[in-house]
């Protein structure tokens, strides 16, 4: 099989008879998707990761905090859950945030999700563009985001009274 490369900077990619447009920000709903899969990147899903929550866990259990091995022993499930269920890894789900069928609703579910990233299987891309092309358009929609924070954020020259 040969590895299919996306271009730098492209716009837009075919994969499995489908046009692809890669998008520079979410909607409303899109973002609060980005920042659960943000949380589930963050709680880590190998099995390295795994291994090293069920050792914290059993740290927590030894030093009596029941609760706080609670939610690294949930945490440790839902990771391995995932690598189980052969569910895409959050950073594949991440880029489908942003790069979408041309036409498709603007509404994400994990299931069109699922069938884009097969999409992407199917036509052979290589991950590290995949991966690419996702971090790049985090980074430009951070950029964005933290921009218009800023110019929302800045104190008003207040009247004195």
Do not use: C
């Amino acid at each position: 099989m040969t590895i299919k490369r996306i271009p730098e900077g492209a716009k837009s990619f075919e994969a499995n008879g489908k046009k692809f447009i890669l998008h520079e920000s979410l909607t409303v709903s899109g973002w609060e998707k980005s920042e659960e899969l943000r949380l589930e990147l963050e709680v880590g899903s190998t099995v390295k990761d795994l291994v090293g929550q069920i050792k914290e866990a059993y740290e927590h259990l030894d030093k009596s905090k029941p609760a706080s091995a609670a939610i690294v022993l949930y945490n440790a499930i839902s990771g391995a859950e995932r690598i189980v269920e052969g569910r895409p890894h959050p950073l594949l789900f991440l880029l489908t945030l942003f790069a979408r069928p041309e036409g498709s609703k603007d509404e994400w579910t994990e299931a069109e999700a699922t069938e884009w990233i097969n999409d992407f299987k199917i036509e052979g891309y290589a991950v590290t563009d995949l991966f690419m092309l996702a971090g790049s358009t985090l980074k430009t929609f951070a950029l964005d985001w933290q921009l218009s924070s800023l110019l929302t954020s800045s104190p008003e020259s207040e009247e004195p009274a």
